[in-house]
């Protein structure tokens, strides 16, 4: 078992999924309703803080994929990080 991460590693990948799941609420609402100008709005900015948060995520503790939004350093730390299941 890896060690325990503080909790604000949790809070942070909490926000994460919490922004991606309007993401993806916005966009099946956008799908029926694309002429919606200000929905497209708020799609926007949440696409925005959902970049911000995962840039400060990776900074933090790591890339959330193998393919991050951030460099790897050296050595290679794809695997530090806990698994899903593990958190």
Do not use: R
């Amino acid at each position: 078992m890896t060690n325990p991460m503080p909790q604000e590693y949790y809070d942070l990948l909490e926000e994460i999924q919490a922004v991606d799941f309007v993401l993806v609420e916005l966009t099946l609402y956008l799908d029926t309703h694309p002429q919606d100008y200000e929905t497209i709005q708020q799609f926007n900015q949440y696409s925005q803080y959902t970049k911000q948060l995962k840039q400060q995520y990776e900074q933090l503790y790591g890339p959330l994929m193998e393919f991050g939004m951030s460099y790897s350093s050296y050595p290679w730390k794809w695997d530090n990080a806990p698994w899903p299941w593990q958190v």
